[in-house]
């Protein structure tokens, strides 16, 4: 079927008041950059809905996009025919006859926007479907109330559109329009799955991603990177930033007790990540922690940890459970990615026995036999700043080179 346009309906943007203008707003920009690569098509955000004008490009690979673009609730491809009833019905014959597989219940409804047609809403919805019974007279019965298929008529002034089928969006909010955020991404299964969570709910990510050469590998970076390139299709690009972290891991070893390892090198990765937020202008920073699931993540490590700032430290997947984590990850396509053996500088330092309640004044003092200033400030003059688009492959490259090399 040869689709003229997609008619794309808002979710929670219906309820935003005073703000839904700047929320549409935000949602065109963010579907024109996911179908950036298709010339022809025109986007056009509209106070009660979305439409994409496809002007002959073929409407399967933009209907792709469109399921990952959040702030969308669902769509509809749509037949333009000519303003005259013998149109309307060929076009509603030929849509039925992709969908009528069968015994099947049908209803038609009708919205006129062009009030100088000649045809009223309800003669519309009683001569078409009456065309629609007559075409299958087997198959097709007429139920209002829970049908099969809703054909849906619009009678605008450019024409009359078309549509049956109802195809669900991403949901959410438009990425965006909740401010932004800095994402500490490890290379785990948990942070990408909260890093998503957060887009949904219209933040701006940037991922913050911390590695220690060599105790890291080149495999451990590219994976992050991959990662990151696996989320840019719901925002279209994310920036993706590395910072150095080997001196500060190294010095934290030599001078922090093996129970407190953990703790001080996380409050220096906070410390960072919030550094990267205000230079940034991020409004708060986000990681894949949930609640007990190790050591780290008790509530009194929290405490310890998140002691260095009073900036707000999101936790998208506090409440989740790993088999949660572990379906929201295969569902979009981050977790065969997360388990591939590269260890990141989360674990190549980590002790056998970290402690689960550590004590907040020990950290602190801990923390102070370090030049925590000087430390974070070559850390913050090291970093690389990477633009990373939808899709980008980063570990196929690297293995690449190493094959070479042999």
């Known amino acids: 079927m040869k689709y003229d346009e997609i008619m794309v309906r808002y979710g929670e943007l219906s309820t935003k008041g005073h703000n839904k ?27 009660d809905r979305l439409h994409v004008e496809l002007n002959g490009t073929d409407a399967e690979p933009v209907m792709e996009r469109l399921k990952q673009v959040f702030g969308i609730q669902n769509f509809s491809p749509s037949l333009r025919v000519e303003k005259d009833f013998d149109s309307v019905v060929e076009a509603a014959v030929a849509i039925f006859k992709e969908q009528v597989q069968g015994p099947t219940t049908f209803k038609v409804e009708t919205k006129r926007a062009d009030h100088k047609f000649p045809m009223g809403t309800f003669e519309m919805n ?17 139920d209002v109330h829970h049908p099969d298929i809703t054909l849906r008529v619009e009678i605008r002034l450019n024409g009359i559109y078309l549509t049956s089928a109802k195809i669900l969006g991403a949901g959410g909010l438009p990425v965006g329009t909740a401010g932004k ?18 887009l949904k709910r219209g933040v701006s990510l940037e991922m913050v991603h911390f590695y220690s050469p060599p105790y890291t590998s080149e495999q451990a970076l590219a994976k992050a990177k991959e990662l990151t390139g696996k989320l840019a299709k719901y925002s279209g690009s994310i920036k993706f930033i590395q910072v150095p972290f ?52 008790t509530m009194e490590s929290m405490l310890a940890i998140e002691d260095v700032t009073t900036m707000p430290v999101l936790r998208p997947v506090l409440s989740y459970d ?14 065969d990615l997360s388990i591939l053996p590269y260890e990141d500088c989360c674990t190549v330092f980590t002790p056998p026995s970290p402690k689960t309640k550590p004590n907040l004044k020990r950290a602190r003092s801990y923390e102070a036999r370090l030049d925590v200033e000087g430390l974070m400030q070559r850390a913050l003059d090291g970093i690389e700043i990477t633009e990373i688009h939808a899709g980008d492959e980063f570990l196929n490259q690297n293995q690449d080179v190493f094959a070479e090399l042999l």
């Not at 299958?136 to 007429?142: A, G, I, M, R």
């Not at 990765?269 to 920073?285: E, N």
């Open 246 to 297: 080997t001196e500060i891991q190294e010095t934290v070893k030599e001078k922090v007790p093996e129970g407190y390892l953990m703790t001080v090198q996380r409050r220096l990765m906070l410390r960072l990540a919030c550094a990267l937020a205000q230079k940034r202008a991020g409004l708060a920073v986000f990681n894949g922690e949930s609640l007990g699931q190790v050591a780290s993540q």
């Open 126 to 142: 009683k001569q078409l479907g009456g065309a629609l019974l007559k075409a299958f007279p087997t198959d097709l019965s007429v």
């Open 181 to 198: 955020g800095m994402m500490m991404l490890s290379g785990g299964i948990d942070s990408p799955v909260a890093a998503y969570l957060a």
């Open 322 to 335: 790993k088999n949660e984590i572990i379906k929201i990850a295969e569902g979009i396509d981050t977790y």
């Open 21 to 47: 203008k700047s929320f549409i707003d935000r949602l065109g920009s963010n579907v024109r950059k996911a179908l950036h690569q298709y010339d022809q098509v025109k986007i056009h955000p509209n106070q």
